[in-house]
């Protein structure tokens, strides 16, 4: 079977056996194979979009999801809103989007009250609510922690600052955990092995650390 030198790896590989998706997004439930497609993903939440679109007011957090859109406006499928002529990818987009014209607000926060013209309006604003849990907010990304500490540390990824540098190639990593896992490409250990790739064809794959 393979082998891989982190546990993370190891799941990711997994998931090509069993077809299962391991993140999941907390404001509409998307699932993702990966964590760095679901942090792509999450930019769709995100109020704050540098990358506009030249032919609509949409706007993206990244500008690879803004070339997709782009790609709409090229399609002979695109559906216009009659109201403002926004273009959208489908139609169920569009009369999503309808609904911004109309006062009608059927999503109801059980917590306060509030009403929403969507379900992921309603999502995102729940997350509000949890503030006091979590209150030290990341100015960054928006993603907030429940101690002074642990955003301290999440900080670190937004920052070059490098504080563990690997004595063999001189690569620099924000966190001591990284480091260990990349002195393994030197030493060749590979502690996670799948004991199914190569003979799985149906059912789970079990693995174990060795």
């Known amino acids: 079977g393979k082998s891989f030198f982190s546990k993370d790896g ?32 999450q930019w769709v939440h995100v109020e704050n979009k540098p990358h506009k679109c030249d032919l609509c007011p949409q ?16 399609s002979k499928d695109v559906y216009k809103c009659k109201i403002c002529s926004k273009s959208l990818g489908d139609r169920r987009s569009l009369a999503q989007h ?6 009608e607000r059927p999503y109801c926060c059980q917590t306060c ?16 609510h949890t503030v006091r849990d979590r209150p030290f907010l990341c100015h960054v990304c928006c993603k907030t922690f429940p101690t002074k500490q642990t955003l301290k540390c999440h900080i670190r990824t937004h920052s070059s600052e490098k504080l563990f540098v690997c004595t063999v190639c001189g690569k620099g990593f924000t966190f001591s955990g990284n480091l260990k896992i990349h ?3 030197h030493t060749g250990e590979t502690p996670y092995k799948c004991n199914e790739c190569g003979r799985l064809k149906f059912g789970c794959c079990r693995s174990k650390k060795e």
């Open 59 to 74: 706007s993206f957090g990244l500008e690879s999801h803004l070339r997709a859109h782009r790609k709409r406006h090229a």
């Open 113 to 128: 009250g509030k009403r929403f013209k969507s379900n992921v309006g309603l999502k995102v604003h729940k997350m509000t």
């Open 10 to 41: 190891l799941k990711q590989h997994i998931t090509k056996h069993t077809g299962d998706n391991l993140f999941k997004c907390n404001v509409c439930n998307k699932t993702f194979s990966q964590k760095g497609l679901l942090n792509q993903h």
């Open 183 to 185: 002195m393994r490409v």
């Open 98 to 103: 309808t609904l911004t014209h109309s006062d």
